[in-house]
C-alpha cells in the first residue's frame, strides 16, 4: 500500500486557530479523494508495519483543516484490531446533545499536529449525539460514546480553532480528575 502524500500541520501553523467554513454540497471529486487519503493515511499509521515502514505516529482522527483545508470536514478510523476499521466521515458537524458525564484519556490525548509530549487531561463528555452530513450531502444523526466520543470532540475542536492543548489547565493540568472518569 502507497503512503497518500498528506502533509500535516504543525501546532504553530496559525491556520490550526482559525475557524473552518461550512461545507456547501456537491462534493468534487478532488475533495472525495483527500477524504479517501486520510482514511488510508490513518489506517496506516494504526498498522504497525506500515507505521514503522513510514515513520508514523499513530492516529484516529484527522480534520481536514489539519492538512491546510479549511472546510469543517473531518475523518476518524477506528482499528477494530482485526485488520478492520470502522470509518466516519464527518460534515458540517454539530452536537445535539450531551451526557452530563465527563471522561478523559487517561494516558493523555494526543494529536498528529502536535509533536511533543504533553501532560494533562482533557475534560470530555462520555456520550454524544451528532448531527452532520456524509460524503454525498446525505444529513444523518448519529450517537458516539467512548473513545470515539473523544476523537470526534477532538477533531470538532479542530474546526472551530482550538487544539486539544488549549484546554489543559497550564497551572493545574489534573484539574477536577477526581469529577471525570478515566478511560
Not at 477532538?154 to 471525570?180: A, C, R
Amino acid at each position: 500500500m502507497k503512503l497518500p502524500d498528506i502533509k500535516i500541520l504543525d501546532e504553530k501553523d496559525p491556520r490550526l486557530h482559525q475557524v473552518s467554513k461550512e461545507v456547501t454540497f456537491p462534493l468534487d471529486d478532488e475533495t472525495k479523494q483527500k477524504i479517501e487519503d486520510c482514511l488510508v493515511y490513518l489506517e496506516m499509521s494504526q498498522n504497525e508495519e506500515y507505521a514503522k515502514k513510514y515513520d508514523l505516529r499513530a492516529g484516529m482522527g484527522l480534520s481536514f483543516c489539519q492538512i491546510g483545508d479549511m472546510r469543517r470536514i473531518f475523518v476518524v478510523s477506528e482499528d477494530y484490531g482485526n485488520g478492520e476499521f470502522g470509518r466516519y466521515v464527518i460534515i458540517n458537524p454539530k452536537i445535539i446533545s450531551h451526557s452530563e458525564e465527563l471522561i478523559y484519556v487517561g494516558e493523555g490525548e494526543g494529536c498528529l499536529s502536535v509533536n511533543r509530549e504533553t501532560i494533562g487531561i482533557v475534560p470530555r463528555y462520555a456520550r454524544l449525539k451528532v448531527r452532520a452530513y456524509d460524503e454525498n450531502g446525505e444529513e444523518f444523526e448519529m450517537r458516539v460514546r467512548e473513545d470515539i466520543a473523544i476523537a470526534f470532540q477532538h477533531e470538532m475542536d479542530h474546526l472551530d480553532g482550538i487544539l486539544f492543548t488549549d484546554k489543559i489547565d497550564s497551572k493545574n493540568p489534573f484539574k477536577d480528575k477526581e469529577k471525570m472518569r478515566e478511560i
